[in-house]
């Protein structure tokens, strides 16, 4: 049972029940919803690739975060990194769309943080794509909610979102592809 929670009508914009809606609170994996509208804004070609480095790999380890799956070496499409995000929550797909986007976390995470302005969300503030833990790193439910209409209001993140399972393109370290 969480101990925050919004339901909003989002024909309305009604809010139909909350629980410590206004709460600032750390939104962890919630942060990835933020990370896809952003990423996929900023990008232009979805076959692009990047190489998932040693970098990224090894320290998502060290930190125990949750990932996609791919290798160090491993060339993947920027289309595969979007549902890398989303459906097993991957941080090292939003480490590697933010390095392929702005050249380092920290830059993609200016653009996080420009996207909450442009949405009018005054309680949120990013310091990673993936949600890890840093105390400056919050937001309310309702304004993670404010995140979520705006990626569904976006027909390519609104696929992602509602796709349940997807296989990535064959790559040499994955013949068959992930599925995610």
Do not use: W
């Not at 797909?93 to 009018?120: D, P």
């Not at 439910?141 to 296989?167: D, G, H, W």
């Amino acid at each position: 049972v969480s101990s925050y929670a919004v339901l909003i009508d989002c024909e309305t914009n009604k809010v139909l029940a909350s629980k410590k809606a206004d709460t600032i609170i750390y939104p962890a994996s919630m942060t990835k919803v933020m990370t896809l509208l952003v990423a996929y804004e900023n990008v232009s070609n979805l076959s692009d690739t990047f190489v998932m480095t040693a970098d990224i790999v090894n320290r998502l380890y060290e930190e125990n975060a949750s990932v996609a799956g791919f290798s160090v070496g491993e060339s993947v499409t920027i289309k595969d990194l979007l549902y890398g995000v989303v459906l097993p929550s991957g941080a090292d797909a939003t480490c590697a769309l933010a390095e392929y986007i702005s050249g380092s976390e920290e830059g993609f995470v200016k653009l996080m943080n420009r996207k909450a302005e442009e949405l009018g969300l005054q309680n949120t503030h990013f310091m990673n794509s993936s949600g890890l833990h840093h105390a400056d790193h919050y937001s309310t439910p309702i304004e993670i909610a404010e995140i979520l209409k705006a990626a569904m209001e976006n027909s390519f993140c609104r696929e992602v979102l509602t796709t349940y399972q997807y296989t990535t393109a064959p790559t040499q370290q994955h013949p068959d592809g992930l599925v995610l």
